[in-house]
């Protein structure tokens, strides 16, 4: 890992997006913020503000709908992804966390595995905390974790850059980088922690977590966050970590293509059997195992960390008002 | 390689805000607008699932000309030619009220000003109509009679600022769910929630207080609030003085209403009737909201009258946070009623009867225009049963599957000379064309929607249509011109709009450039309004003072009796929308209802020995049908429910079109079933369209 000093962020993307395509999150004028292609002759200055894209950097690597076969002629047809080589530029703490705890989920995937070995990450420490983030007390944020990007972007009075990777450093050959100071750890931890602290006390949301593996959460509380969820699939949509997906079979000329759609637990469909059985049968139940999956130890267990990274997109996006944030607090008895 | 396209939801009238994901040619996925004022960065499931309605390998992309029964695909020339001709044919045949146009709520105001401009301009004909006929017509009509203007009041910021939120037929976490999730915010903050509706919904098991009035006593209820209100002194007296015309004539009309009766006829208990009538007199903002739970009914005009009579009464208008709120069911069907598609009215509500209007609109044209009055929808489909009608051209809508009583709209349709569609999928109306015309979807064009609460918004092309569909309007022009009309060839969207605010006073300081910068304005939008309109009737009413108009219950048309024991409703589903036609193409929407249901109360089903699931044969006196029995206390025992989404058990078969007399809307909210069980394990039959349902089961 080398820091280096970074005269200007422009720089550093313009040289990045001469070799390959390269996106960075901005906002559209009609009050979205999406990742956008950015070319390399783009003087508009990099703005990154403190809000997180509303969606996630997941689709890149594992995208809503995407082809998996064909059927033609009686035979079936594999269809590969081919993706070109691109940057995502100024990925947050959360979501790098997020696609770590995807690789594991996703290491046997080739096609998911074929978009990450196109992908070069540009990570960014948070100078503050976005609104509702609560990534430091979930320990994937607001600085981001060791080796989770190639390059990583660090706030302060001057930018200063991280290279943490070969992909890294080959992508960077060629700029004139001069090296950080040797106490440039001590003003990154002191930005880490301001940052935390804006996020508030954690112990409300461990407590939540606490009662939920302890089995101290009663059945009324599910019940009534229950019909507060309109099953709209908003959460397993712009969740980083979600990774539930459907067949759906389109006809072609003569046959047809199979592809791999998001499907969302909370649809009361999703646990349905053809018997019948549903294994989640009312709303609370669904709620309840949705909040499982991110926040049980045997996730933790199986894929190191829980399935929650602190992102906050759940509480924007859900119309019922019942994201991680509020569900944690209400599941501590706060 | 992903781009994001800033566009507008094409469901529901809320009108959230979504940027279309592109890769490629295609749609694969939708992103939330986190700064859009409505939605907020929110979706519901309909919203979420865009990708799967738009998707291209189940569009029309050939036009299809029909001949011996079976449609083959022809060359735009070839079937503009034949249109032409065949409307040609029934103009010379039946002169121009033997022709006519129904446009569609879903489609951009673009559309819809050329489609009432084809009508009036090439077809010379007032007969231009739309489905706001089966939605909100009597909100148009009875707000028009009461205040003089029939859209939202306000707008939907301001159920934040509401300290009590009143729901009055409207399932609005499943119908407008982004409107629904404001509502459960504004209570969690604090305010109070009050929902009547026959039906236990989602909101009315969250709010603080549900009165579950036996269907079609809206007016009953309505009344019975006002007497307490006007006995008890809690009306708004400098409010009536003020900005009321005759409060006296109502005052005396609930001052002779017994409470009691009301109390029977509605099924709603006395102290109820006070906490409510207390708690919404009282309310510092009160937002009202109602849905089809007003409007489909007979007296749908009389419902929407006595709702306005409430507010009104205890000044719950012309205020942040308050207003009069008619939440409309299509992502413009307030759109299509502004741009004038409907029989009485110009673009803007300029009634074609004023000789002003028509001619301003003759000069502007440069053509000559009707006089004689038009035909609303269902007046054309009289009007073919009776063989005076002969040609029609349908844009986007299934009447077929929508419309009360089904074999009659299919047996008018099918006594046309000719019928033409113009849709993006093989709807059942679409079915009994002569001729289908491929239609470029929302997110294939450039254009505006105007959501419910009267606020025009841009949608942007983000993919070219697939095949060789095209714009509703680049088809009427080329129509038009082969009638020998070249006024409809405009180069783009935006000339279609310019021109439209051009003719239209209340849109007169819009632009496509503003509505840009402005997330969209609220109309009137005009030089004393340059940025808008959030707040309608502040300081005075388009009547100037608001009319109080005394009204009475008016029981449904028909009501359970010996034969047909269950009074019926019908609802929507949360993740359906229309026909179906866009939300059943998602594989996990089709996945959680897949089937028409008949929903039923337990007891009911005990009573008649029913499990969940079972198979039942629903009937009326127009029709039957098979489904399966879903038991729930959703429904009271002895009504009844069922969603409309569903062709293979379509509830349309079942409604009543006794009809509302100044709107004509039909009464879709209340008739009188029967229900017997089908054999434990036999499947209900699925109806297939082209055959009568008497005749089959």
Redesign the interface.
């Known amino acids: 890992m080398n820091a280096y000093e970074l005269n200007s962020v422009e720089a550093l993307r313009a040289h990045l997006a001469a070799d390959r395509?390269l996106y960075e999150p901005r906002?559209?004028?009609?009050?979205?913020?999406?990742?956008?292609?950015v070319a390399a002759d783009d003087a508009q200055a990099f703005e990154p503000g403190l809000?997180p894209p509303?969606?996630s950097a997941k689709?890149?690597f594992f995208?809503?709908?995407e082809a998996m076969f064909r059927f033609e002629r009686g035979r079936f047809v594999a269809v590969e992804p081919e993706p070109?080589a691109f940057t995502l530029f100024g990925l947050r703490a959360c979501d790098l966390t997020a696609i770590a705890y995807q690789d594991r989920f996703f290491a046997r995937d080739g096609h998911y595995q074929a978009r990450r070995e196109a992908a070069l990450l540009v990570g960014m420490d948070c100078a503050a905390s976005c609104t509702g983030g609560f990534c430091a007390a979930l320990g994937s944020g607001p600085a981001v974790g060791d080796g989770l990007a190639d390059l990583v972007l660090i706030p302060g009075a001057s930018w200063r850059l991280l290279v943490n990777t070969a992909a890294g450093r080959a992508a960077v050959s060629g700029l004139d980088l001069k090296p950080a100071p040797r106490d440039w750890t001590r003003a990154r931890e002191q930005t880490r922690q301001q940052a935390a602290a804006e996020q508030g006390d954690a112990a409300p949301l461990l407590a939540g977590i606490a009662a939920l593996n302890a089995g101290r959460v009663p059945p009324q509380t599910w019940e009534a966050l229950g019909?507060?969820c309109?099953?709209?699939?908003?959460c397993t949509?712009?969740c980083p970590t979600c990774s539930c997906f459907?067949?759906?079979d389109?006809?072609?000329d003569g046959g047809l293509?199979r592809e791999r759609?998001?499907?969302?637990c909370l649809?009361?469909?999703f646990q349905?059997e053809a018997s019948?059985h549903n294994g989640s049968p009312s709303p609370g139940d669904r709620v309840r195992r949705y909040w499982f999956h991110k926040f049980g130890d045997g996730f933790k267990r199986e894929f190191g960390r829980y399935g929650c990274v602190g992102c906050g997109r759940c509480d924007?996006?859900?119309?019922?008002?019942i994201g991680a944030r509020v569900v944690l607090k209400r599941l501590g008895g706060a | 390689?992903?781009?994001?396209v800033?566009s507008i939801c094409s469901y529901c009238g809320v009108g959230c805000?979504l940027?279309l994901?592109v890769?490629g040619d295609r749609i694969?996925?939708v992103?939330?607008?986190?700064?859009?004022?409505v939605s907020q960065?929110?979706?519901?499931?309909k919203?979420?699932?865009t990708?799967?309605a738009v998707?291209p390998?189940?569009r029309l992309v050939h036009p299809l000309i029909k001949e011996r029964g079976a449609f083959r695909e022809a060359g735009w020339d070839e079937t503009l030619d034949l249109v032409a001709e065949k409307f040609r044919e029934a103009l010379a045949d039946g002169g121009p009220t033997a022709v006519g146009v129904i446009s569609c709520a879903r489609a951009t105001n673009e559309d819809n000003y050329a489609a009432q401009k084809f009508a009036r301009a090439v077809l010379k004909t007032h007969n231009i109509d739309h489905c706001a006929r089966i939605c909100h017509s009597p909100s148009v009509a009875g707000l028009a009679r009461t205040l003089g203007s029939g859209a939202m009041t306000n707008g939907i910021v301001d159920i934040d600022l509401a300290d009590l939120i009143l729901v009055i037929g409207a399932d609005v976490?499943?119908n407008h769910?982004?409107i629904?999730?404001r509502i459960?915010?504004a209570q969690?903050r604090g305010a109070k929630l009050i929902v009547v509706d026959p039906r236990k919904t989602?909101l009315a098991?969250?709010a603080d207080w549900h009165l579950q009035l036996r269907l079609g006593t809206n007016i009953a209820l309505i009344n019975g609030l006002l007497h307490i209100i006007f006995a008890q002194g809690w009306e708004a007296r400098d409010f009536l003085d003020r900005r009321c015309a005759d409060a006296d004539a109502l005052r005396r009309h609930v001052a002779g209403i017994a409470l009691d009766e009301v109390v029977a006829l509605t099924g709603v208990p006395e102290d109820q009737l006070r906490a409510v009538a207390h708690a919404y007199s009282h309310a510092k903002a009160a937002f009202l909201a109602y849905g089809m739970g007003i409007t489909q009914f007979q007296s749908g005009t009389n419902n929407v009258i006595a709702v306005s009579n409430l507010a009104l009464s205890c000044g719950q208008i012309g205020r942040p946070g308050t207003g009069i709120n008619p939440l409309r069911g299509q992502n413009n069907v307030q759109g299509a009623c502004d741009m004038g598609c409907l029989p009485n009215v110009f673009p803007g509500y300029q009634d074609v009867a004023d000789p002003a209007h028509a001619a301003k609109f003759t000069q502007a044209w440069n053509t000559s225009l009707p006089t004689a009055p038009g035909l609303t929808s269902l007046g054309m489909t009289k009007a073919a049963l009776a063989g005076d009608f002969r040609a029609l051209m349908i844009l986007g809508e299934d009447p077929v599957l929508t419309d009360p009583d089904q074999n009659h709209v299919a047996r008018s349709l099918a006594a046309l000379d000719f019928l033409v569609v113009v849709e993006t999928a093989m709807t059942e109306t679409a079915k009994l064309a002569d001729v289908v015309l491929p239609a470029a979807a929302f997110a294939e064009k450039d254009g505006s929607f105007t959501n419910c609460e009267r606020r025009v918004q841009r949608v942007r092309r983000a993919v070219p249509p697939p095949g060789e569909a095209r714009t509703d309007w680049q088809i009427l022009g080329a129509l038009a011109q082969r009638l020998g009309q070249p006024g409809l060839r405009w180069p783009d969207a935006e000339a279609i709009f310019d021109e439209m605010v051009g003719l239209s006073p209340m849109f007169s300081a819009m632009s496509y450039a503003k509505l840009?910068r402005h997330?969209g304005l609220q109309w009137p939008c005009d030089g004393e309004h340059p940025e808008g309109s959030p707040l309608l009737h502040a300081e005075r009413f388009p009547l100037g003072k608001a009319r109080l108009l005394p009204v009475s219950q008016v029981a449904p048309a028909e009501v359970p009796d010996a034969d047909y024991p269950f009074a019926f409703t019908t609802h929507r589903l949360?993740?359906h929308y229309g026909c179906g036609s866009m939300t059943r193409r998602s594989?996990?929407l089709e996945?959680?209802t897949p089937t028409g249901l008949l929903f039923m109360h337990p007891d009911d089903g005990r009573g008649m020995g029913l499990r969940e699931?079972q198979g039942v044969r629903v009937s009326s006196r127009r029709g039957v049908l098979e489904t399966r029995v879903h038991l729930t206390d959703d429904v009271p025992a002895g009504t009844v429910a069922m969603p409309y989404h569903f062709k293979e058990a379509p509830c349309n078969r079942l409604t009543n079109d006794a009809q509302d007399p100044s709107t004509k809307m039909p009464e879709l909210k209340a008739c009188a079933v029967a229900v017997t069980a089908l054999p434990p394990g036999q499947a209900p039959r699925r109806l297939e369209f082209d055959e009568p349902a008497h005749e089959r089961l």
């Not at chain 1, 759609?261 to 969302?264: A, I, N, Y």
């Not at chain 2, 390689?1 to 994001?4: A, D, G, L, Q």
């Not at chain 2, 992103?31 to 004022?37: D, F, K, N, V, W």
């Open positions: 395509r906002p559209d004028g009609q009050g979205g913020l999406h990742w956008q292609t809000e509303p969606f689709a890149f995208p809503e709908r070109e019909p507060r309109l099953g709209c699939s908003g949509s712009v459907a067949p759906l389109l006809p072609t293509r759609v998001w499907d969302s649809y009361e469909g349905k019948g924007r996006v859900c119309p019922g008002g | 390689m992903i781009e994001v800033p805000g940027g994901r890769q694969i996925g992103e939330p607008q986190s700064g859009h004022p960065g929110q979706l519901c499931a919203g979420w699932s990708s799967f998707d390998a189940q976490t499943e769910a982004m629904g999730a459960l915010r969690d989602r098991r969250l840009d997330h949360h993740f594989p996990l996945r959680e699931g």
